[in-house]
Protein backbone atom coordinates (compact mmCIF):
# COMPACT_ATOMS: atom_id res chain seq x y z
CA UNK A 1 0.00 0.00 0.00
CA UNK A 2 2.83 2.42 0.91
CA UNK A 3 4.69 1.83 -1.84
CA UNK A 4 1.50 1.99 -4.56
CA UNK A 5 1.38 5.82 -2.82
CA UNK A 6 5.22 6.66 -3.42
CA UNK A 7 4.87 5.02 -7.14
CA UNK A 8 1.81 7.36 -7.12
CA UNK A 9 4.18 10.23 -5.86
CA UNK A 10 6.40 10.02 -8.17
CA UNK A 11 4.20 10.15 -11.35
CA UNK A 12 2.75 12.94 -10.02
CA UNK A 13 2.87 15.94 -12.47
CA UNK A 14 4.14 18.91 -9.82
CA UNK A 15 4.70 21.21 -12.55
CA UNK A 16 2.16 21.74 -15.69
CA UNK A 17 2.29 24.64 -18.14
CA UNK A 18 0.27 24.93 -20.86
CA UNK A 19 0.52 27.80 -23.87
CA UNK A 20 2.46 29.94 -21.75
CA UNK A 21 3.17 33.87 -23.47
CA UNK A 22 4.50 36.50 -21.62
CA UNK A 23 5.50 39.83 -22.89
CA UNK A 24 7.82 42.87 -21.19
CA UNK A 25 6.36 45.65 -23.22
CA UNK A 26 6.24 44.88 -26.44
CA UNK A 27 8.78 42.25 -26.17
CA UNK A 28 6.91 38.36 -26.59
CA UNK A 29 9.65 36.35 -24.31
CA UNK A 30 7.99 33.03 -23.74
CA UNK A 31 5.59 32.11 -26.64
CA UNK A 32 3.26 29.42 -25.99
CA UNK A 33 5.87 27.34 -23.60
CA UNK A 34 4.16 24.59 -23.04
CA UNK A 35 6.13 21.64 -20.69
CA UNK A 36 4.71 19.23 -17.65
CA UNK A 37 7.14 18.35 -15.11
CA UNK A 38 6.95 14.74 -12.91
CA UNK A 39 7.66 14.76 -9.02
CA UNK A 40 10.91 13.70 -8.74
CA UNK A 41 12.46 14.74 -12.22
CA UNK A 42 15.89 17.09 -13.25
CA UNK A 43 15.03 19.10 -15.97
CA UNK A 44 17.96 21.10 -17.25
CA UNK A 45 17.46 23.99 -19.04
CA UNK A 46 19.58 25.40 -22.00
CA UNK A 47 19.32 28.09 -24.33
CA UNK A 48 21.38 31.14 -25.66
CA UNK A 49 21.57 34.02 -23.64
CA UNK A 50 18.50 36.43 -24.05
CA UNK A 51 16.40 33.43 -24.62
CA UNK A 52 13.85 33.70 -21.92
CA UNK A 53 15.06 30.92 -19.31
CA UNK A 54 15.56 33.06 -16.63
CA UNK A 55 12.05 34.57 -16.83
CA UNK A 56 10.52 31.18 -17.25
CA UNK A 57 11.81 29.98 -14.62
CA UNK A 58 10.99 33.12 -12.17
CA UNK A 59 7.24 32.39 -13.89
CA UNK A 60 7.05 28.96 -11.98
CA UNK A 61 7.70 30.22 -8.36
CA UNK A 62 5.38 33.59 -9.27
CA UNK A 63 8.20 35.93 -9.21
CA UNK A 64 7.06 37.19 -13.00
CA UNK A 65 3.41 37.40 -13.77
CA UNK A 66 2.04 35.77 -17.18
CA UNK A 67 -0.14 37.08 -19.61
CA UNK A 68 -1.25 34.24 -21.30
CA UNK A 69 -1.68 30.18 -20.60
CA UNK A 70 -1.82 28.10 -17.11
CA UNK A 71 0.98 27.51 -14.84
CA UNK A 72 -0.06 24.75 -12.19
CA UNK A 73 2.08 24.38 -9.23
CA UNK A 74 1.51 20.93 -7.68
CA UNK A 75 -2.42 21.68 -7.95
CA UNK A 76 -2.31 25.57 -7.53
CA UNK A 77 -3.23 27.56 -10.76
CA UNK A 78 -0.42 30.51 -10.46
CA UNK A 79 -2.73 32.39 -12.74
CA UNK A 80 -6.08 32.06 -11.35
CA UNK A 81 -5.41 31.37 -7.22
CA UNK A 82 -3.57 34.80 -7.00
CA UNK A 83 -4.16 35.28 -3.69
CA UNK A 84 -2.20 31.63 -2.79
CA UNK A 85 0.62 33.01 -3.62
CA UNK A 86 1.95 32.53 -0.29
CA UNK A 87 1.51 28.61 -0.97
CA UNK A 88 3.02 29.07 -4.77
CA UNK A 89 6.18 30.06 -2.47
CA UNK A 90 5.99 27.07 -0.26
CA UNK A 91 6.58 24.65 -3.48
CA UNK A 92 9.78 26.30 -4.44
CA UNK A 93 13.14 27.11 -3.08
CA UNK A 94 15.75 29.37 -5.48
CA UNK A 95 18.83 29.89 -6.07
CA UNK A 96 20.42 32.69 -8.24
CA UNK A 97 23.53 33.08 -9.86
CA UNK A 98 24.96 35.42 -7.39
CA UNK A 99 24.20 34.09 -3.46
CA UNK A 100 22.22 36.97 -2.30
CA UNK A 101 22.77 36.01 1.29
CA UNK A 102 22.48 38.69 4.12
CA UNK A 103 26.07 40.25 4.45
CA UNK A 104 25.02 41.65 8.24
CA UNK A 105 23.58 38.13 9.03
CA UNK A 106 25.63 35.05 10.36
CA UNK A 107 25.57 31.68 7.64
CA UNK A 108 23.01 30.19 10.54
CA UNK A 109 21.06 33.37 10.73
CA UNK A 110 20.61 33.31 6.77
CA UNK A 111 19.34 29.85 6.99
CA UNK A 112 16.58 30.44 9.93
CA UNK A 113 15.65 33.76 9.26
CA UNK A 114 12.80 32.23 6.86
CA UNK A 115 11.52 29.54 8.46
CA UNK A 116 11.01 31.19 11.77
CA UNK A 117 9.41 34.64 11.02
CA UNK A 118 7.87 33.02 7.88
CA UNK A 119 7.15 29.49 9.11
CA UNK A 120 6.47 30.27 12.69
CA UNK A 121 9.16 27.62 13.29
CA UNK A 122 10.66 27.83 16.82
CA UNK A 123 14.18 28.91 17.14
CA UNK A 124 15.78 25.72 18.70
CA UNK A 125 14.14 23.57 15.96
CA UNK A 126 14.72 25.74 12.66
CA UNK A 127 18.51 25.86 14.08
CA UNK A 128 18.69 22.24 14.45
CA UNK A 129 17.41 22.09 10.47
CA UNK A 130 19.91 24.53 9.49
CA UNK A 131 22.96 22.82 11.02
CA UNK A 132 21.87 19.51 9.51
CA UNK A 133 21.59 21.32 6.53
CA UNK A 134 25.10 22.73 6.94
CA UNK A 135 26.19 19.11 7.59
CA UNK A 136 24.22 17.95 4.17
CA UNK A 137 26.22 20.87 2.15
CA UNK A 138 29.24 20.15 3.42
CA UNK A 139 30.25 23.63 5.53
CA UNK A 140 29.01 22.51 9.58
CA UNK A 141 31.96 24.28 10.44
CA UNK A 142 30.81 27.59 9.04
CA UNK A 143 27.62 28.47 11.22
CA UNK A 144 28.59 31.37 12.94
CA UNK A 145 30.32 33.28 10.55
CA UNK A 146 29.44 35.82 7.94
CA UNK A 147 29.19 35.71 3.91
CA UNK A 148 31.88 37.85 3.57
CA UNK A 149 33.84 35.76 5.43
CA UNK A 150 33.33 32.27 3.07
CA UNK A 151 34.29 31.68 -0.75
CA UNK A 152 31.89 32.19 -3.16
CA UNK A 153 31.38 28.18 -3.32
CA UNK A 154 30.74 27.99 0.44
CA UNK A 155 28.25 31.23 -0.12
CA UNK A 156 26.42 29.19 -2.87
CA UNK A 157 26.02 26.19 -0.55
CA UNK A 158 24.71 27.97 2.22
CA UNK A 159 22.01 29.81 -0.34
CA UNK A 160 20.81 26.30 -1.68
CA UNK A 161 20.69 25.25 2.26
CA UNK A 162 18.78 28.37 3.13
CA UNK A 163 16.12 27.26 -0.18
CA UNK A 164 15.89 23.94 1.25
CA UNK A 165 15.40 25.39 5.02
CA UNK A 166 11.88 26.27 3.45
CA UNK A 167 11.13 22.46 3.17
CA UNK A 168 10.34 23.15 -0.81
CA UNK A 169 8.84 20.77 -3.23
CA UNK A 170 11.00 22.01 -6.20
CA UNK A 171 14.17 23.54 -6.06
CA UNK A 172 15.03 26.14 -9.11
CA UNK A 173 18.46 27.18 -10.15
CA UNK A 174 19.27 30.24 -12.63
CA UNK A 175 22.93 29.69 -13.39
CA UNK A 176 24.26 28.46 -9.79
CA UNK A 177 27.60 28.32 -10.76
CA UNK A 178 27.83 31.10 -13.31
CA UNK A 179 29.54 33.41 -10.51
CA UNK A 180 32.36 31.14 -9.17
CA UNK A 181 35.68 30.82 -9.86
CA UNK A 182 36.44 27.71 -11.57
CA UNK A 183 37.56 25.38 -8.82
CA UNK A 184 34.73 26.03 -6.60
CA UNK A 185 32.78 24.42 -9.26
CA UNK A 186 32.89 21.31 -8.67
CA UNK A 187 31.60 21.81 -4.94
CA UNK A 188 28.04 23.37 -5.75
CA UNK A 189 27.53 20.86 -8.41
CA UNK A 190 28.62 17.95 -6.32
CA UNK A 191 25.73 19.39 -4.05
CA UNK A 192 23.18 19.42 -6.41
CA UNK A 193 23.95 15.72 -7.62
CA UNK A 194 23.51 14.54 -4.20
CA UNK A 195 20.02 16.76 -4.12
CA UNK A 196 18.73 15.16 -7.25
CA UNK A 197 19.99 11.72 -5.83
CA UNK A 198 17.85 12.42 -3.13
CA UNK A 199 14.56 12.93 -5.57
CA UNK A 200 14.11 16.28 -5.29
CA UNK A 201 12.14 18.06 -8.41
CA UNK A 202 14.73 20.10 -10.18
CA UNK A 203 14.70 22.74 -12.97
CA UNK A 204 18.26 23.87 -13.43
CA UNK A 205 19.72 26.51 -15.95
CA UNK A 206 23.03 25.85 -16.23
CA UNK A 207 25.85 25.89 -18.37
CA UNK A 208 27.41 22.29 -17.21
CA UNK A 209 27.00 20.18 -19.76
CA UNK A 210 28.95 17.31 -17.90
CA UNK A 211 26.40 17.82 -14.97
CA UNK A 212 23.76 17.79 -17.40
CA UNK A 213 24.30 14.86 -18.96
CA UNK A 214 25.01 13.42 -15.89
CA UNK A 215 22.06 14.49 -13.84
CA UNK A 216 19.36 15.30 -16.18
CA UNK A 217 16.54 13.30 -16.73
CA UNK A 218 15.49 15.86 -19.61
CA UNK A 219 16.83 19.10 -21.38
CA UNK A 220 14.86 21.59 -22.68
CA UNK A 221 16.45 23.58 -25.12
CA UNK A 222 15.29 27.34 -25.29
CA UNK A 223 15.63 29.56 -28.12
CA UNK A 224 13.89 33.15 -28.43
CA UNK A 225 11.35 32.76 -26.22
CA UNK A 226 10.31 29.14 -27.33
CA UNK A 227 10.88 25.63 -26.35
CA UNK A 228 12.85 24.00 -29.54
CA UNK A 229 13.75 20.99 -28.20
CA UNK A 230 12.66 17.83 -25.07
CA UNK A 231 14.60 15.17 -24.85
CA UNK A 232 17.00 12.54 -22.54
CA UNK A 233 20.56 14.04 -22.84
CA UNK A 234 21.65 11.00 -24.90
CA UNK A 235 18.35 12.19 -27.53
CA UNK A 236 19.60 15.90 -27.42
CA UNK A 237 23.21 15.93 -27.29
CA UNK A 238 24.13 12.82 -29.43
CA UNK A 239 20.61 12.93 -31.78
CA UNK A 240 19.89 16.61 -31.75
CA UNK A 241 16.28 16.49 -34.11
CA UNK A 242 16.40 20.47 -34.79
CA UNK A 243 18.70 22.66 -36.52
CA UNK A 244 18.85 25.37 -33.52
CA UNK A 245 19.43 23.02 -31.07
CA UNK A 246 22.53 21.69 -33.48
CA UNK A 247 23.87 24.79 -33.74
CA UNK A 248 23.47 26.19 -30.06
CA UNK A 249 25.54 22.47 -29.14
CA UNK A 250 27.89 23.51 -31.87
CA UNK A 251 28.86 26.97 -29.88
CA UNK A 252 28.88 24.98 -26.73
CA UNK A 253 30.42 21.82 -26.83
P1 LIG B 1 17.99 34.24 -20.36
O1 LIG B 1 17.86 33.92 -18.92
O2 LIG B 1 17.73 33.08 -21.26
O3 LIG B 1 19.32 34.89 -20.69
P2 LIG B 1 15.95 36.21 -19.81
O4 LIG B 1 14.77 35.45 -19.38
O5 LIG B 1 16.76 36.87 -18.76
O6 LIG B 1 16.87 35.30 -20.75
O7 LIG B 1 15.50 37.35 -20.82
C1 LIG B 1 14.66 37.11 -21.94
C2 LIG B 1 14.40 38.44 -22.64
O8 LIG B 1 13.61 39.25 -21.81
C3 LIG B 1 15.66 39.22 -22.94
O9 LIG B 1 15.48 39.88 -24.17
C4 LIG B 1 15.73 40.23 -21.82
O10 LIG B 1 16.42 41.38 -22.20
C5 LIG B 1 14.26 40.48 -21.54
N1 LIG B 1 13.98 40.83 -20.14
C6 LIG B 1 14.25 40.08 -19.06
N2 LIG B 1 13.81 40.65 -17.93
C7 LIG B 1 13.23 41.81 -18.31
C8 LIG B 1 12.56 42.88 -17.62
N3 LIG B 1 12.40 42.84 -16.29
N4 LIG B 1 12.11 43.92 -18.34
C9 LIG B 1 12.25 43.96 -19.69
N5 LIG B 1 12.85 42.99 -20.41
C10 LIG B 1 13.33 41.93 -19.74
MG1 LIG C 1 19.23 34.09 -17.36
Known amino acids: MAEANIAKEEGK ?8 NKWFGDLHVLKDVSLTVKKGEV ?10 KSTFIRTINGLEEVQKGDI ?13 IEA ?10 QFNLFPHMTILKN ?51 RALAMQPEIMLFDE ?20 ARSGMTMLCVTHEMGFAREVADRIVLFDEGEIIETGTPE ?10 TKLFLSQIL
Open 88 to 97: IRKETGMVFQ
Open 111 to 161: ITLAPIWVRKKPKAEAEKIALELLERVGIPEQADKYPGQLSGGQQQRVAIA
Open 43 to 52: LVILGPSGSG
Open 13 to 20: EIIVCNGV
Open 235 to 244: ELFDNPKHDR
Open 72 to 84: VIDGINLSHDIKD
Open 176 to 195: PTSALDPEMIKEVLDVMKEL
